[in-house]
């Protein structure tokens, strides 16, 4: 909604400014105004960006075409004028309502302060204006809230014009724009643009010379067709996504720039759903001359479906955030009862990413996309299975029969359609530049849409070291290509034939690019443009191989294409088209209804020379199961060309008749695809039989080809560790492939997943000699095995690091693997190593030696500490080692010296922790008198440290009070160590100091902070800032804060309900692994904190201010679990409603919104 807001009456005037027509009154918001006069005049001045003044250059010129004035709650006439020229003249906006206006350009003047006057007749006048305008361009808002000026007589012309100088009342600066997140809604009525009426959009089409185009569909039969696809029928299935870009019946509650919204609650599924206007229609060339003589609606009123497919006795719709099955088992296109969800839990947070482009693949599975910008938590109804979390791009599947669903890769463009080869390779299109598209191997791990972490989320493996890139093009490639499909289409000219064919919405026109092999993917050479247009409203957005021979083209058909302007409502919501794109000497094909064939004559259709065909044949082979078709399969599969020995396995795997000895046989054939797919589907259900793995074993040390050898990797991500470690194994002792875009990444990736919970065996792996004398090892798996170990950080890493070190065979092993070491600690302090590690590091470091107890390197250690000189990574490597170590007095008087030092900030917390080993009365004197002067970081570790020993506790309890140290830095965590001593002098205080120590509460109640986050939405930028300061020492978010506590990335933000628990009772629920421990130690220490890591001879203790603290066992009294959450109650407390509004908005973003 518009920022509520009203005028002054004309009537109360502030001040009155005397010009040359009119008298204006300056005002302020807000106020209601009794009706006084039959009109209204109401301006300001706005100082605008250059960029909403300055041309982009290009077509799009998106700043200026983006930028719009939003209104509301006007219920009488009213007119708007812009430096003088009329922009807006209107009827009225119904109250609650919202209305966008463009801002036309070459309207706005740089460097001069624009006049904005709106001009409102009597109905409205009382009033004034309710509601501010907002000026809005594509990433950012000014909300005009604040002074105005009003008039109730006709100005003049001079008051209409833009100024040079700043006008001294009502003026706003282009500074005052920030990033947007005010909730949007459907605009009244939409900014259309420009059309082309059917038929004369024909005219500006321009094909090449060899082809045609024909229209075939157009509204108002069919509207915003952002998917199709062909029944066994031949009939096309079209999802009409008019309900875009807003979901039905749902309140946006906040944004950020880039569109990703927040609603008020999850949309039910059909047939309780909130009711829309998306279709699912059905069109039929009964006579097979190339034209849709009929088409119905199958389903009407659904919201947010965007696209569809027929098959396994159904109807399946993705109707974000459900996957939808209708079954239909008689194809009448009448459903049988209500439809199954069979997935939920895809994200709407941008709804031009959403799940989408349902396809089948030949494996039987159905596969879909998401989009760049949303996340998903998917599960099955059902079943027990927790939510599978993804952020950003992704290729998902579904079985329809074991109703499995796994993420089939992870990252690419925003996805938004996917298209199968004839070979079964997948494909998908980018909304950016550089490529043509991505090609997806099962279980890669891709590049995501965009490389910037203010954006998008880091990659859901920390440890991948790299993900797998986009097709490479040998030459420039614009901005974008939505979709690509590899020509199958005998109605189109021989010259297209296997070329790949993308549409490009933005610069109105399809291209055409060869495909080359580049090892296990290919890279693309543009060749031309074979359809282009001079209709800037074409937007070509799907394309496919088609029963008739050629390729059907849908256009979205919109002037306007970029989400953000779909957003603000300049979109044609009624408007659409499909054409087919044919030969011109070519024919079409007729016989297109593969569902009253035979089995028998399907599996001739397996050699057709459509791609339709043959994939359909292969579907409804499956379907059926007929066993006296096996032998005819089994014939097809000896054949020696991959076509249609592909179709053939296909069809056989689908039909559950793959048999073992079969697979076994075919390992050898060869067309290397037959080879890879048979690896593929023999790991469908996680593993494979070990007749058969021996023998993909077998073939995993001979096999050369690139492209089988990139599956195996594939399949081996999918296995159990010790069959995934040994097909890796196989592959990584080979010299091949060394510069292959994927094949080391996915080497890695699969050794890798194993790392975390079957490390032994992934060290009893590399005790191979064989191993350490690979190319394929040293380049690309020895330096990431040992990074991620290091990066990792635990002492039973270290240890593994250590052993890697020992295992390695040469100074060339040992290169790779201290490379790797290196790249761990990039940019941050190597912290305190086993014995172990640094003894295979090389000479003994200067903490090794510490630690140790060396007379000289104790008298190194202690000349370092006093050296200002030295470097900060080489003094707190010292102050480290000094804290396991205990010194002498001399040694933990420079501690306390750096622990206070203004000099050696960095230094100040690590001294402060050293100083636990030491016990002596004056640290804590000297801490105390040096609390109030430090900062709020430096003040939790030095309460931790006090708390920690009676002799010091005393000290810091004694020192309580409003001009030394404030009570309420105490939380309770403290105060129930404090009396955890036994100590009655320290219990005798904290209940003097603390007399309501059991009482302490959080100030607000569960309903009413739900309360004021219903009041309106919060600006998650804003909340950014406070988040950092309240929960970023302890919570990461994305890329930011500290790892205390849980990372909140994929913690269920959308529950508002389970978040404000978690906040307000932090010791309601306490996440496993975060659990509060109590540490009573054998020197009369008491210490708190999580188990961070611990081994047969240590723990880590992980405090509140985020130190580790290493206690040898041996030193341990007791262990207990403290009850309570290491966060405190409280942590909202002292926030006001607009800060708490945007510390919740910022929580619940779903991707990152700065860098």
């Known amino acids: 909604m518009v920022v509520r807001s009203f005028f002054v009456a004309c009537c109360i005037l502030l001040a009155i400014v005397d ?34 003044v300055t041309s982009a250059g290009d077509e799009r010129d998106l700043w200026r075409s983006s930028t719009v004035i939003a209104m509301a709650d006007l219920p009488g006439k009213f007119e708007v004028f812009l430096n003088g020229k009329i922009i807006i003249k209107s009827d009225g906006i119904p109250l609650g309502e ?148 807003y979901p039905a019946g749902l309140k946006m509650t906040g944004r950020d720039q880039y569109y990703r919204s927040k609603y008020n609650r999850i949309p039910p599924a059909p047939p309780h759903h909130d009711r829309g206007v998306d279709i699912i229609s059905v069109h039929e060339d009964r006579d097979g001359d190339g034209t849709y003589e009929t088409g119905k609606n199958v389903f009407e009123g659904l919201n947010m479906a965007n696209s569809v497919v ?80 993804n952020e950003g791009p992704l290729v998902w599947r579904y079985h329809p029969s074991s109703k499995k669903f796994e993420v089939f890769a992870d990252g690419g463009g925003n996805i938004f359609g996917l298209s199968f080869d004839a070979e079964g390779r997948l494909f998908s299109g980018h909304n950016g530049s ?78 055409t690019s060869s495909r080359s092999v580049l090892g296990s993917t290919f890279k693309t050479s543009d060749m031309g443009f074979p359809l282009r247009s001079k209709d800037l409203t074409f937007r070509p957005v799907f394309l496919a191989n088609a029963p008739c021979g050629g390729v059907i083209i849908s256009d979205f058909r919109e002037q306007y294409i970029a989400h953000g302007q779909n957003y603000q409502g300049q979109i044609d919501p009624d408007s659409g088209r499909i054409y087919r794109l044919r030969g011109k000497k070519e024919s079409l094909i007729r016989d297109r209804n593969l569902e009253v064939k035979t089995s028998e004559e399907l599996v001739r259709f397996l050699n057709h020379d459509n791609l339709w065909h043959r994939q359909t044949a292969v579907r409804l082979l499956g379907e059926r199961a007929d066993p006296t078709i096996i032998p005819q399969l089994k014939n097809l599969l000896n054949q020696q060309n991959p076509h249609p020995a592909l179709e053939a396995l296909w069809a056989l795997h689908q039909m559950g008749k793959l048999e073992l000895q079969l697979s076994i046989r075919h390992l050898t054939h060869p067309a290397p695809m037959v080879r890879a797919w048979i690896i593929r589907l023999s790991a469908d259900d996680g593993e494979i039989e070990p007749e058969l793995f021996n023998q993909i074993l077998r073939l995993a040390r001979r096999e050369t080809n690139a492209e089988v050898q990139c599956q195996i990797l594939s399949t081996a991500g999918c296995l159990e560790y010790a069959q995934g470690l040994a097909l890796a194994k196989e592959i990584i002792e080979r010299p091949h492939h060394l510069q292959d875009p994927f094949i080391p990444l996915m080497a890695w990736h699969v050794v890798e997943t194993y790392c975390k919970d079957q490390a032994e065996a992934v060290l009893e792996v590399f005790t191979d000699p ?37 295992l390695a065979p040469d100074l060339a092993a040992r290169a790779a ?77 420079k501690l306390l010296a750096l622990a206070i030092s203004v000099d050696a900030q960095s230094l100040n917390r690590d001294a402060i922790v050293a100083l636990q080993n030491y016990d002596d009365k004056e640290i804590g004197e000297t801490l105390v008198n040096f609390y109030p002067k430090s900062s709020l970081e430096f003040q939790s570790a030095i309460l931790n440290l006090l708390s920690s020993r009676p002799v010091w506790a005393l000290t810091l309890l004694q020192a309580v009070g409003p001009n030394d140290i404030p009570p309420g830095d105490f939380d309770r965590d403290l105060l129930a160590r404090l009396v955890l001593h036994d100590n009655s002098k320290i219990n005798d205080l904290v209940h003097e100091k603390f007399p309501n120590v059991e009482e302490q ?54 529950d508002l309900s389970t978040m404000l628990v978690s906040i307000l009772e932090p010791d309601a629920e306490i996440r496993e692994g975060y659990e509060n421990v109590i540490v009573t130690t054998r020197d009369r220490r008491v210490l708190s904190g999580f188990l961070s890591d611990e081994d047969t001879n240590s723990i880590v203790l992980r405090g509140f201010d985020g130190a580790d603290i290493t206690i040898p066992r041996k030193k341990i009294r007791s262990l207990k679990p403290a009850g309570r959450s290491l966060m405190p109650a409280g942590l909202l407390n002292g926030l006001d409603d607009a800060a708490l509004r945007n510390l919740f908005a910022y929580l619940r973003i779903s991707q990152p919104i700065t860098k």
Not at 435 to 453: A, D, E, I, S
Not at 773 to 778: D, E, N, V
Request: charged content about 25%.
């Open 19 to 52: 010009v040359r027509g009119a008298r204006w009154a300056r005002t302020k918001i807000p106020t209601r105004t009794p009706e006084i006069s039959k009109q209204l005049w109401a301006r300001c001045f706005l100082q605008v960006p250059d960029r909403l």
């Open 98 to 245: 919202e209305q966008r206006f463009k801002i036309p350009k070459d309207i706005l003047i740089k460097n001069k302060f624009n006049a904005l006057v709106i001009h409102i007749d009597s109905k409205g006048i009382a009033r004034g204006l309710a509601s501010a305008p907002v000026l809005i361009d594509y990433f950012n808002e000014l909300v005009l809230d604040q002074e105005w000026e009003v008039t109730t007589t006709q100005p003049d012309a001079a008051d209409f014009e833009a100024k040079v100088e700043k006008p001294e009342f009502a003026a706003y600066l282009g500074s005052q724009f920030k990033l947007s997140s005010r909730p949007l809604a459907r605009t009244i009525n939409p900014i259309r643009g420009r059309q082309i009426p059917p038929g004369k959009d024909l005219l500006l089409l321009e094909a090449d010379d060899d082809l045609a185009v024909e229209g075939l569909l157009s509204e108002p039969e069919i509207a915003q067709p952002t998917h199709f696809s062909f029944d066994a029928r031949g009939r096309l299935w079209v999802a009409q996504y008019r309900q875009y870009p």
């Open 310 to 389: 027929r098959g396994w006795g159904g109807i399946w719709v993705m109707h974000t955030p459900y996957l939808l099955f209708y079954q239909d088992e008689n194809g009448d296109d009448i459903p049988d009862g209500d439809p199954e969800i069979r997935l939920t839990g895809f994200g709407l947070e941008d709804t031009h990413s959403v799940a989408n482009g349902l396809t089948w693949g030949p494996d039987g599975w159905l596969y879909g996309g998401q989009g760049s910008t949303t996340t998903s938590r998917v599960t099955r109804p059902g079943f027990n299975d927790p939510p599978i979390y």
């Open 434 to 511: 550089e490529t043509r598209g991505f090609h997806f191997v099962q279980n890669g791990q891709y590049l995501k849409q965009g490389k910037n972490p203010g954006k998008f989320g880091p990659p859901p493996n920390p440890f991948a070291f790299g993900e797998l890139s986009m097709m490479e093009s040998t030459n420039p490639v614009p901005r974008f290509s939505h979709l690509g499909i590899f020509v199958d289409a005998p109605a189109l000219p021989a010259r297209l034939q296997g070329t790949l064919l993308s549409v490009d919405p933005l610069h109105h026109y399809l291209i």
């Open 770 to 806: 064989k191993l350490w004398a690979s190319p394929f090892f040293l380049n690309h798996i020895a330096s990431r095995l040992m990074r991620r170990f290091a990066e990792a950080g635990t002492r039973g890493d270290f240890l593994y690091c250590a052993r890697l070190l020992e």
């Open 817 to 893: 693997l201290m490379g790797g070491f290196e790249k761990a600690f990039e940019g941050r302090t190597i912290p305190a190593l086993p014995d172990e590690l640094n003894s295979r590091l090389g000479r003994p470091s200067l903490s090794m030696r510490i630690r140790r107890g060396e007379a000289q390197a104790l008298e190194e250690g202690i000349k370092l500490l006093s050296n200002s000189q030295a470097t900060s990574a080489d003094r707190l490597v010292v102050i480290r080692a000094f804290g396991t170590y205990q010194g002498t007095a001399e040694v933990w008087k």
């Open 1001 to 1054: 509460t959080p100030s607000l109640r569960l309903d009413a902070l739900e309360k004021i986050l219903s009041v309106q939405p919060g600006d998650p930028y804003a909340g950014e800032s406070i988040f950092m300061v309240r929960c970023a020492s302890c919570h990461k978010l994305f890329f930011k804060g500290g790892a205390i506590g849980p990372d909140l990335t994929r913690y269920q933000r959308d």
